[in-house]
Nanobody, 114 residues
Framework: QVQLVESGGGLVQAGGSLRLSCAASGSIFSINTMGWYRQAPGKQRELVATIARGGSTNIADSVKGRFTISRDNAKMTVYLQMNSLKPEDTAVYYC????????WGQGTQVTVSS
């Protein structure tokens, strides 16, 4: 089992920045990919960005150039730096990690006001 604890969400004005963190514990040897997904009210959960253990990334077009994903393998923590936030970025952001089996965090709310 892997436990994921997210932090860093909150309320910010459009154009502002937030940094999300997600720390993994438990069977962390099983983790290759870590990443972030988000779900806005009435919408399906969507990929934001993922990063593999070796550092390769996959970033959604909607956030490319504004969001940066990084990870600290020693701390088994993944970060999402979100800049130039827009109201449409408002969602619950979920951390995801695993390899053959994936685990989810509890989610953290990000609200961007116009």
């Amino acid at each position: 089992q892997v436990q994921l604890v997210e932090s860093g969400g909150g309320l910010v004005q459009a154009g502002g920045s937030l940094r999300l963190s997600c720390a993994a514990s438990g069977s962390i040897f099983s983790i290759n990919t870590m990443g972030w997904y988000r779900q806005a009210p009435g919408k399906q959960r969507e990929l934001v960005a993922t990063i593999a253990r070796g550092g390769s990334t996959n970033i959604a077009d909607s956030v490319k150039g504004r969001f940066t994903i990084s990870r600290d393998n020693a701390k088994m923590t993944v970060y999402l730096q979100m800049n130039s936030l827009k109201p449409e970025d408002t969602a619950v952001y979920y951390c995801n990690a695993g390899s053959n089996r994936y685990f989810w965090g509890q989610g953290t709310q990000v609200t961007v006001s116009s």
